[in-house]
C-alpha cells in the first residue's frame, strides 16, 4: 500500500489550513459555508511527490483525495505489466471514486504524475459528508461523471487516433489541470502514457517540437503555441472541453 506525508494541521474556514496553504480543490471551494463546517474538519493535508502510488489494481482503497496542485493519473493495467493512461485529475477532481458508490477495492492505478498537495479523507469520513451534505455530493457525483466521460473518449482516442495527435491531446490537457504550460514531463512517461512505444513518442515529440508548438529541455515541456497544438490534436481534446463547458453551464 501507498505510504503519504500528512501533517497534522486541519484547513480552516479561512479556506487556508494552518500552515497558510490554500484550498484550490474546485469541489471544495463550490460548497456552501454550511457544508464545509461539516467536511472541512474531516480533512488532511497532503503532500503529494512525483510518482508517488496512491492505489494500485486490488489495493483497498482507504481515503481519497482532493487534487490541490499538481497532477493525478488513473492508469488501466495489463496481465502483461504494461498500461495506459485514461484519465487525469487536476484541481478540478477527485482521486477515489469508487469510494462514493461504497466500493474499496481498486480496479486501476492511481498515481502522482505532477507533485503537488491534495486534501485527504477517510473513507468513512466521505460517505458521511455525502449523506449530509447535498451540494457536497452533487459536486462529487458529478465530477464522477465527467471522469467517466474523459475515460470513454480517451479509450476510443487511443484506438483510433495517431501518436502526434493523442500526445498534443495529452498535452493540452495536462497544462489545463495544472493551469500551466511548463510540464515537468519524461519521454519514458509519455510513452507509459500513451501506451505506445518510446520511438513512436520521440517521433512525434519531435514533429511538434520542429512546428514550434512545444519545446523540451531536460525533462521539462513547454507549449510554446497553444493556438498550434489545438489544431494538431485530435478532435477528442476539443470533445472533452466542450462536454465540460456544457455541464458546468447546466450546474450553475
Known amino acids: 500500500m501507498a505510504k ?35 467536511v472541512f474538519p474531516k480533512l488532511e493535508f497532503v ?5 508517488q502510488l496512491l492505489y494500485d489494481v486490488g489495493d483497498r482503497m482507504k481515503s481519497g483525495y482532493f487534487c490541490n496542485h499538481g497532477m ?6 495489463f496481465s502483461d505489466g504494461k498500461s495506459v493512461e485514461v484519465g487525469l485529475i487536476g484541481k478540478e477532481g477527485f482521486a477515489g471514486l469508487p469510494l462514493i458508490a461504497g466500493f474499496t477495492i481498486s480496479n486501476i492505478r492511481v498515481n502522482v504524475q505532477i507533485e ?8 468513512e469520513s466521505l460517505g458521511n459528508c455525502l449523506r449530509q451534505c447535498p451540494t457536497f ?13 474523459q475515460v470513454t ?23 489545463d489541470r495544472v493551469s500551466s504550460d511548463t510540464l515537468p514531463l519524461t519521454q519514458d512517461l509519455l510513452g507509459q502514457m500513451l501506451g505506445t512505444r518510446r520511438a513512436s513518442v520521440t517521433i512525434a515529440a519531435g514533429m ?26 485530435c478532435e477528442c481534446y476539443g470533445t472533452i472541453r466542450s462536454q465540460i463547458q456544457k455541464w458546468q453551464r447546466e450546474s450553475s
Open 47 to 51: 503532500r503529494l511527490q512525483s510518482r
Open 208 to 233: 511538434l517540437q520542429k512546428a514550434g508548438l512545444i519545446e523540451y529541455v531536460r525533462g521539462r515541456l513547454h507549449l510554446c503555441n497553444r493556438t498550434g497544438l489545438e489544431s494538431a490534436a
Open 153 to 175: 473518449q480517451v479509450a476510443a482516442c487511443n484506438r483510433v487516433h495517431e501518436v502526434e495527435e493523442r500526445l498534443a491531446r495529452w498535452l493540452l490537457m495536462c497544462a
Open 4 to 38: 503519504h506525508l500528512i501533517t497534522k494541521r486541519r484547513p480552516q474556514l479561512s479556506l487556508t489550513d494552518g500552515d497558510g496553504n490554500e484550498i484550490h480543490n474546485r469541489i471544495l471551494l463550490g460548497i456552501p459555508r454550511v457544508e464545509r463546517e461539516f
Open 116 to 123: 503537488g498537495t491534495a486534501f485527504r479523507i477517510d473513507g
Open 72 to 77: 493525478i493519473s488513473t492508469l488501466s493495467v
Open 137 to 149: 455530493a452533487r459536486q462529487v457525483h458529478q465530477f464522477s461523471q465527467i471522469m467517466a466521460m
